[in-house]
C-alpha cells in the first residue's frame, strides 16, 4: 500500500537539503567528459506545481525553498539554483522540480538513466516529464539490484524511499552493503529523516560504521507544524564526489540559523 505522496512536501527545507547536495554531486560528475549512469529508487512525480493545493495545504514550500531562495542560499550559479532557473525557464516560474528533473538538467546526450517509481499516479505523471530516461514502474529496490553494476561504471545511484514500511530502516545498511559491494566505483546516496523519536539513528549509526569514508549530512530544522516528527533531514553519501563536503558543511552552516 503506498498512501505517501510528496505533493504535499514538495520543495520542503528536506527537500532543499537533498537537492543541494544531488545537484552539486551530479555537476561534480558530469565534469569529465565520460558517459555516466544515474539510477533512482524511488523517483516521484518529477514535477510539482506549488500553487497546488496540496503545496499550499502543508506550506512545507513557503517554509523551504521560498524561504532558503529569499535568504539567498542558492546563488544563480550554485548547481541546485542554475537547475530551479532551467526548469522554471522551460516549465513555468511556479513549479518546483523533483530529483528526476534535477538530474535531468545535468545528464548530457551519452549518459543513461533509469527511474523507479511504483506509483501509478506518480508513475503517469512522471513519464509526462521525463524523456530522457527508462521508467520502471516496479519496486526500486529490485530495479537497482538488477541494474548495479552498470556499464558504463561511472555513475550514481539516489534511494529516496517514504520510510512507510518501518523495516526500510532496518533492511537499509545490508542493502546499500550489497550494492556498495558489487558496485565500488557508485556514489550511493540515501535520504532519510532525523526523526524527533531518534528512530532514524540505529539505521544512521550503522551506515557510518559499515562505509567509514563515506559523508553523513544532518542538518536539522523546525518541524512544518508543532508536534510534527520530522526536525531535520539526512544524506548518507557513500563515494562523494569532491567538493560535496563542502557543500554539506555550507548547508550545516545556513540551517543552523533557521
Ligand atoms: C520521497 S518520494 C520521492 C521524491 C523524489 N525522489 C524527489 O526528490 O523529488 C518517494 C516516492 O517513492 C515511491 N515509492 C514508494 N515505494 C516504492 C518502491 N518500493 N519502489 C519505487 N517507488 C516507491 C512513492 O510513490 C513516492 O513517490
Redo the contacts with the bound molecule.
Sequence with gaps: M?S???AY??GNLA?VH??ALLATALARLTEKPKPLNYI???????LYDLASAEVRKTGEAAQGIARAEAAGWLAPQHPLGAALAAVRAHHGAGCYP???LIAAHFLRPGDSAHL????PA?HAALAQVARFARLHA????AVANALIPPTPRRGML?I???Y?IKADYDRLPGWIARMAHKWNVGVIAL?YPILQDSRHRPMAESLAAAHPGALRSEVRFPPARPGHGMVGSGMFVINPPFGLADEAARLATLFATL
Design positions: 503506498l505517501y505522496q510528496h512536501h514538495a527537500d537533498k537537492h533512482e529508487t524511488h523517483a516521484g512525480r518529477g523533483g530529483s528526476p523507479a517509481e511504483l506509483h506518480e516496479e519496486d526500486g529496490f539516489l529516496d524511499p517514504s512507510e535520504w
